[in-house]
C-alpha cells in the first residue's frame, strides 16, 4: 500500500525548532518529487516545501524561506522539513505528499491526504 507518514510535530515555543519526518511506504522515495504542505482551518492549504527526486528542483514558500529546510534520506526512505525559528504563523497540520508541477505551482498527486502532524507554536 502506498502511503506517507508524517510525524515530528508537537509545541513549541516561538523562536524553537521542530524537525518533521514523512516515511514512504510502498514506494521508493528517489522515484518521486516529494512536497510538504500545511493547512489551518478554514485556509487554502499552502505548499510549504517541495523537493524534485533529482534534487535540481526546490522550492520554499516566501514565509518560510531562509527558516526551513527539506531533505531526504533515500536510504531510509524518509524526507525531513527542518523548521527553525518557528512563529505564531506556522501552527498548522503539517502534511507529506508526491507531487507535481507545472513549472509555476505545486500539487499533490495524490487525491488524499494522510493524518498529517500537528505543529504549534506558543508565544
Known amino acids: 500500500q502506498v502511503q506517507l507518514v508524517e510525524s515530528g510535530g508537537g509545541l513549541v515555543q516561538a523562536g524553537g525548532s521542530l524537525r518533521l519526518s514523512c516515511a514512504a511506504q510502498?514506494?521508493?522515495?528517489?522515484?518521486?518529487?516529494i512536497g510538504w504542505f500545511r493547512h489551518v482551518p478554514n485556509k487554502p492549504r499552502e505548499a510549504v516545501s517541495c523537493?524534485?527526486?533529482?534534487?535540481?528542483?526546490?522550492y520554499y514558500a516566501d514565509s518560510v524561506k531562509g527558516r526551513f529546510t527539506i531533505s531526504r534520506d533515500n536510504a531510509k526512505n524518509t524526507v525531513f522539513l527542518q523548521m527553525n525559528n518557528l512563529t505564531p504563523e506556522d501552527p498548522a497540520v503539517y502534511y507529506c505528499?508526491?507531487?507535481?508541477?507545472?513549472?509555476?505551482?505545486?500539487?499533490?498527486?495524490?487525491?488524499?491526504w494522510g493524518q498529517g502532524t500537528q505543529v504549534t507554536v506558543s508565544s
Open positions: 510502498g514506494f521508493t522515495l528517489d522515484d518521486y518529487d
Open positions: 505528499t508526491q507531487v507535481g508541477t507545472d513549472g509555476s505551482s505545486w500539487y499533490s498527486l495524490f487525491d488524499y
Open positions: 523537493n524534485s527526486k533529482n534534487g535540481e528542483n526546490t
